[in-house]
Protein backbone atom coordinates (compact mmCIF):
# COMPACT_ATOMS: atom_id res chain seq x y z
CA UNK A 1 0.00 0.00 0.00
CA UNK A 2 1.48 3.76 -0.73
CA UNK A 3 -0.01 6.72 -0.02
CA UNK A 4 1.17 10.22 -1.06
CA UNK A 5 1.08 13.22 1.34
CA UNK A 6 0.57 16.38 -0.91
CA UNK A 7 1.81 19.52 0.89
CA UNK A 8 -0.75 22.58 0.57
CA UNK A 9 0.79 25.79 0.44
CA UNK A 10 -1.24 29.25 1.80
CA UNK A 11 -4.85 27.21 1.11
CA UNK A 12 -4.19 24.89 4.01
CA UNK A 13 -1.71 23.00 6.00
CA UNK A 14 -3.66 19.96 5.92
CA UNK A 15 -2.25 17.12 4.20
CA UNK A 16 -4.29 15.41 1.30
CA UNK A 17 -4.17 12.19 -0.05
CA UNK A 18 -4.64 11.55 -4.21
CA UNK A 19 -4.41 8.76 -5.89
CA UNK A 20 -0.92 8.53 -8.23
CA UNK A 21 -1.16 7.90 -12.10
CA UNK A 22 1.68 8.07 -13.95
CA UNK A 23 1.65 11.60 -15.73
CA UNK A 24 4.55 13.41 -16.58
CA UNK A 25 2.07 16.22 -16.13
CA UNK A 26 1.41 15.34 -12.79
CA UNK A 27 4.43 14.54 -11.70
CA UNK A 28 6.50 16.53 -8.29
CA UNK A 29 8.70 18.53 -9.41
CA UNK A 30 12.10 17.78 -7.66
CA UNK A 31 14.50 20.38 -6.74
CA UNK A 32 17.37 20.96 -4.14
CA UNK A 33 15.86 23.07 -1.62
CA UNK A 34 12.25 21.19 -2.30
CA UNK A 35 10.88 19.71 0.20
CA UNK A 36 11.03 16.19 -0.08
CA UNK A 37 7.35 14.38 -1.03
CA UNK A 38 6.11 12.46 1.65
CA UNK A 39 4.69 8.79 1.30
CA UNK A 40 3.09 5.56 3.08
CA UNK A 41 4.81 2.16 2.12
CA UNK A 42 5.81 -0.89 3.44
CA UNK A 43 9.61 -2.01 4.21
CA UNK A 44 11.72 -4.74 4.73
CA UNK A 45 11.41 -3.61 8.09
CA UNK A 46 7.11 -2.48 8.62
CA UNK A 47 5.49 0.01 7.39
CA UNK A 48 6.80 3.34 7.44
CA UNK A 49 5.17 7.61 6.93
CA UNK A 50 9.04 8.61 5.61
CA UNK A 51 8.90 11.97 6.88
CA UNK A 52 8.42 10.39 10.13
CA UNK A 53 11.25 8.06 9.14
CA UNK A 54 13.30 10.87 8.66
CA UNK A 55 12.54 12.48 11.89
CA UNK A 56 15.70 14.85 12.92
CA UNK A 57 17.94 12.72 10.81
CA UNK A 58 19.44 13.64 7.33
CA UNK A 59 18.65 10.42 5.45
CA UNK A 60 19.77 8.68 1.95
CA UNK A 61 17.74 7.55 -0.35
CA UNK A 62 18.70 5.22 -3.00
CA UNK A 63 17.55 3.38 -5.56
CA UNK A 64 17.49 0.32 -7.60
CA UNK A 65 15.12 -1.37 -9.97
CA UNK A 66 15.55 -4.55 -9.03
CA UNK A 67 16.31 -7.62 -6.65
CA UNK A 68 19.47 -9.98 -7.66
CA UNK A 69 21.14 -7.54 -10.08
CA UNK A 70 24.64 -7.57 -10.11
CA UNK A 71 25.84 -3.72 -9.11
CA UNK A 72 22.85 -3.16 -7.28
CA UNK A 73 24.14 -6.25 -4.69
CA UNK A 74 27.70 -4.32 -4.24
CA UNK A 75 26.14 -0.86 -3.59
CA UNK A 76 24.39 -2.19 -0.91
CA UNK A 77 26.48 -4.32 0.57
CA UNK A 78 29.08 -1.50 0.89
CA UNK A 79 26.47 1.05 2.03
CA UNK A 80 25.56 -1.30 4.77
CA UNK A 81 29.01 -1.96 5.72
CA UNK A 82 29.51 1.46 6.22
CA UNK A 83 26.22 2.40 8.17
CA UNK A 84 28.26 2.74 11.36
CA UNK A 85 30.09 5.86 9.57
CA UNK A 86 26.25 6.89 8.33
CA UNK A 87 25.40 6.85 12.27
CA UNK A 88 27.73 9.03 13.67
CA UNK A 89 26.98 11.78 11.05
CA UNK A 90 23.51 11.15 12.30
CA UNK A 91 22.64 10.05 8.76
CA UNK A 92 19.48 7.29 8.07
CA UNK A 93 19.88 5.24 5.14
CA UNK A 94 16.78 3.74 3.59
CA UNK A 95 16.75 1.65 -0.14
CA UNK A 96 14.11 1.16 -2.60
CA UNK A 97 13.99 -1.68 -5.14
CA UNK A 98 10.78 -1.63 -7.15
CA UNK A 99 10.06 -5.51 -6.46
CA UNK A 100 7.80 -6.97 -3.46
CA UNK A 101 9.34 -7.12 0.17
CA UNK A 102 9.30 -10.98 0.58
CA UNK A 103 11.46 -11.05 -2.63
CA UNK A 104 13.95 -8.17 -0.89
CA UNK A 105 14.20 -10.56 1.88
CA UNK A 106 15.34 -13.37 -0.15
CA UNK A 107 18.06 -10.79 -1.56
CA UNK A 108 19.71 -9.64 1.57
CA UNK A 109 20.50 -13.45 2.47
CA UNK A 110 22.57 -12.83 -0.97
CA UNK A 111 23.85 -9.71 0.30
CA UNK A 112 24.78 -11.01 3.32
CA UNK A 113 26.54 -13.82 1.65
CA UNK A 114 28.86 -12.12 -0.81
CA UNK A 115 28.89 -8.17 -0.35
CA UNK A 116 28.61 -7.59 3.54
CA UNK A 117 31.12 -10.53 4.42
CA UNK A 118 28.24 -11.89 6.52
CA UNK A 119 27.19 -9.62 8.96
CA UNK A 120 23.68 -8.66 8.90
CA UNK A 121 22.19 -6.04 6.50
CA UNK A 122 21.44 -2.64 8.20
CA UNK A 123 18.77 -1.15 6.87
CA UNK A 124 14.89 -0.86 5.15
CA UNK A 125 14.53 -1.60 1.90
CA UNK A 126 11.24 -0.29 0.34
CA UNK A 127 9.05 -2.52 -1.90
CA UNK A 128 8.21 -0.24 -4.94
CA UNK A 129 6.54 -3.24 -6.69
CA UNK A 130 3.89 -0.31 -7.98
CA UNK A 131 6.88 2.04 -8.72
CA UNK A 132 4.98 5.05 -7.47
CA UNK A 133 7.82 6.24 -5.80
CA UNK A 134 10.01 5.46 -8.39
CA UNK A 135 7.47 8.01 -10.21
CA UNK A 136 6.91 10.43 -7.17
CA UNK A 137 11.14 11.18 -6.98
CA UNK A 138 11.51 10.69 -10.69
CA UNK A 139 13.78 8.16 -10.99
CA UNK A 140 13.95 7.72 -14.32
CA UNK A 141 15.24 8.16 -17.88
CA UNK A 142 12.54 9.50 -20.90
CA UNK A 143 12.58 5.67 -22.04
CA UNK A 144 12.06 4.08 -18.26
CA UNK A 145 9.32 6.59 -17.47
CA UNK A 146 7.57 5.39 -20.46
CA UNK A 147 8.22 1.34 -19.09
CA UNK A 148 6.80 2.50 -15.57
CA UNK A 149 3.58 0.52 -15.70
CA UNK A 150 5.15 -3.05 -16.56
CA UNK A 151 8.91 -4.64 -17.49
CA UNK A 152 12.62 -3.40 -15.75
CA UNK A 153 13.22 0.19 -15.74
CA UNK A 154 16.64 -0.11 -15.48
CA UNK A 155 17.06 4.01 -14.75
CA UNK A 156 15.78 3.38 -11.05
CA UNK A 157 19.25 3.97 -10.05
CA UNK A 158 18.80 7.51 -7.74
CA UNK A 159 20.40 9.09 -5.07
CA UNK A 160 18.85 11.49 -2.44
CA UNK A 161 20.63 13.08 0.30
CA UNK A 162 17.15 15.12 2.18
CA UNK A 163 18.12 17.12 5.69
CA UNK A 164 15.88 17.21 8.96
CA UNK A 165 14.16 19.89 8.18
CA UNK A 166 13.12 17.25 4.80
CA UNK A 167 14.78 19.46 2.32
CA UNK A 168 16.68 18.13 -0.75
CA UNK A 169 19.82 18.75 -0.74
CA UNK A 170 21.62 16.47 -3.04
CA UNK A 171 20.53 14.20 -6.08
CA UNK A 172 22.17 11.45 -8.39
CA UNK A 173 20.90 9.62 -10.75
CA UNK A 174 23.30 6.68 -12.26
CA UNK A 175 22.53 4.70 -15.25
CA UNK A 176 22.20 0.86 -14.81
CA UNK A 177 25.71 -0.18 -15.51
CA UNK A 178 27.91 2.47 -13.17
CA UNK A 179 28.23 1.83 -9.61
CA UNK A 180 27.52 4.40 -6.89
CA UNK A 181 30.91 5.71 -5.27
CA UNK A 182 29.78 5.29 -1.19
CA UNK A 183 33.25 7.26 -0.63
CA UNK A 184 31.53 10.02 -2.55
CA UNK A 185 28.11 10.37 -0.79
CA UNK A 186 29.88 10.35 2.74
CA UNK A 187 32.03 13.27 1.62
CA UNK A 188 29.30 15.19 0.08
CA UNK A 189 27.37 14.70 3.81
CA UNK A 190 30.70 15.94 5.23
CA UNK A 191 30.69 18.82 2.68
CA UNK A 192 27.26 19.78 3.39
CA UNK A 193 27.18 19.37 7.14
CA UNK A 194 30.27 21.47 7.27
CA UNK A 195 28.39 24.22 5.29
CA UNK A 196 25.46 24.52 6.99
CA UNK A 197 27.38 24.75 10.39
CA UNK A 198 30.18 27.26 9.66
CA UNK A 199 28.73 28.85 6.67
CA UNK A 200 31.74 27.68 3.97
CA UNK A 201 31.48 26.11 0.51
CA UNK A 202 34.22 23.12 -0.16
CA UNK A 203 36.23 23.24 -3.23
CA UNK A 204 36.61 20.70 -6.08
CA UNK A 205 37.77 16.96 -4.45
CA UNK A 206 37.62 18.65 -1.29
CA UNK A 207 37.78 16.14 1.51
CA UNK A 208 37.46 16.96 5.69
CA UNK A 209 40.40 18.39 6.92
CA UNK A 210 41.25 20.49 4.09
CA UNK A 211 41.36 23.67 3.62
CA UNK A 212 37.40 25.34 2.57
CA UNK A 213 36.25 28.44 0.42
CA UNK A 214 34.78 31.89 2.22
CA UNK A 215 31.60 32.22 -0.01
CA UNK A 216 32.00 36.12 -1.98
CA UNK A 217 28.95 37.17 0.16
CA UNK A 218 30.78 37.46 3.14
CA UNK A 219 33.22 40.75 3.55
CA UNK A 220 37.12 40.15 3.89
CA UNK A 221 36.51 42.09 7.50
CA UNK A 222 33.75 39.89 8.87
CA UNK A 223 35.84 36.78 6.91
CA UNK A 224 38.92 37.79 9.39
CA UNK A 225 36.29 37.67 12.65
CA UNK A 226 34.39 34.50 11.53
CA UNK A 227 37.52 32.71 10.25
CA UNK A 228 40.78 34.58 11.76
CA UNK A 229 43.09 34.20 8.78
CA UNK A 230 42.45 33.61 5.37
CA UNK A 231 44.24 33.61 1.72
CA UNK A 232 43.11 35.65 -1.22
CA UNK A 233 43.36 34.07 -4.30
CA UNK A 234 41.08 36.82 -5.80
CA UNK A 235 38.69 38.80 -4.01
CA UNK A 236 35.99 36.20 -5.30
CA UNK A 237 37.98 33.00 -4.27
CA UNK A 238 39.41 32.98 -0.46
CA UNK A 239 40.32 29.99 1.37
CA UNK A 240 40.48 29.02 5.21
CA UNK A 241 41.21 26.52 7.70
CA UNK A 242 38.94 25.45 9.95
CA UNK A 243 41.51 23.60 12.03
Request: hydrophobic fraction near 40%.
Amino acid sequence: MFRQFIRVPAISTRALTRSITFSAANQPRIRIGSIAPNFETETTQGKINFHDFIGDSWTILFSHPADFTPVCTTELGAFSALKPEFDSRNVKLIGLSAEPIAKHKEWIKDIEEVATGGKEFQFPIIGDESREVSYLYDMVDEEGFKNLSGGLVLTIRSVYIIDPSKKVRLIMTYPASTGRNSAEVLRVIDALQLADKRGIATPIDWTEGQDVIIPPTVSNEDAKKKFGDFKEVKPYLRYTSLK
